[in-house]
């Protein structure tokens, strides 16, 4: 039988077949082995394929992993020389992000769009808590919005109080495998019982020592919208982790970068010091933008020399 995963605790997983019925399930203990090197090789949004374990108690095994088209991963917390699959199978991620309680950096926007450039899944960013923006927050969201757009993303902002800009981010969802992501505390779970009241997701204030959001989150797991479509919340990320990149890849996932570095002199430019470098020419005339180069070389700073 055929079944969408749709929760992960880490041992057990959540499935649902085709008419809505729904299993608990396990792995067989070949998936923990077979040379992969995630820390859980069945993620959310995975189809797999199972053998009924327990009809009375709805238990199934898991027996095959169907291929993936795409996933997004972050380095395991518990090891960096593993990757953490966050889920797979997206039409797309939304990264929710906020300019005030708590404050979003550009670098960790950054560093979240590399990954889902690596993942070849399309990213909207959603400023969210627009309520909350006075007019030195509202200057830096022109400017955020300004910069990522001029590297093609779709950026929005929103707020639950208001409902500004609420429905269109809701349109974004229809008919599509959503991965919502973000800092803990910008409010996916809020925005999740915004469009989706019966989950009654909890929700958390923010720490008033870090600024930071409180984990509510415990695991990834799938929703169908009523509107059409599914989304994927996941827990809070505060730092995410490249993996697989090498150093000399790295300006392929700024795609800013990646439409003009063909004219650079060097088919192996770093963009730093090298003569004739399209990138640092596109920097100096406007087509890529001071803060975006700057987190290249902060990220490339931080890779080791093979990969990150």
């Keep these: 039988m055929e079944v969408l995963v749709y929760k992960s605790t880490g041992s057990w997983y959540v499935v649902k077949d085709a008419v809505g019925n729904t299993y608990n399930a396990r792995a067989k203990g070949i998936f923990k082995i077979d040379g992969i090197t995630s820390t859980n090789p069945i993620a959310v949004g995975d189809t797999v394929m199972v053998e009924m374990e327990n009809e009375l108690e709805k238990t ?32 797309q991620t939304l990264l929710f992000a906020t300019l005030k309680d708590p404050k979003t950096s550009n670098g960790f926007i950054d560093r979240f769009l590399l990954s889902a450039e690596a993942y070849h899944i399309p990213a909207v960013i959603v400023f969210n808590k627009a309520d909350l923006y006075k007019k030195k927050e509202l200057a830096l969201y022109e400017t955020y919005k300004n910069i ?3 590297c093609g993303y779709k950026v929005l902002k929103c707020s639950m109080q208001t409902g500004e800009g609420v429905d269109e981010v809701k349109q974004l969802l229809l008919n599509n495998k959503t991965l919502l992501s973000g800092h803990s505390g910008v409010g996916k779970s809020t925005f999740i019982n915004h469009i989706f009241p019966k989950l009654s997701l909890r929700t958390s204030e923010v720490s008033g020592w870090s600024g930071k959001g409180l984990h509510t989150t415990t695991f990834a797991e799938m929703f169908d919208l009523p509107i059409g479509g599914k989304i994927i919340d996941t827990p809070g990320i505060r730092e995410l982790g490249l993996v697989a990149i090498a150093k000399t890849e790295l300006a392929h996932y700024f795609p800013e970068m990646r439409r003009i570095m063909q004219d650079c002199q060097f088919n192996n430019c770093m963009h730093i010091n090298e003569p004739n470098c399209a990138v640092k020419i596109g920097l100096e005339v406007g087509l890529i933008s001071v803060e975006r180069y700057a987190s290249y070389l902060t990220i490339l700073d931080t890779m080791d020399d093979k990969k990150y």
Excluded at 64 to 76: C, D, G, H, K
Excluded at 79 to 84: G, R, V
């Design 60 to 91: 199934v095994t898991i027996t095959e992993i169907v291929q993936r088209n795409n996933y997004i991963a972050r380095v395991s917390p518990h090891n960096k020389h593993l990757h953490h699959i966050i889920a797979s199978n997206l039409s």
């Design 148 to 150: 990522y757009e001029q």
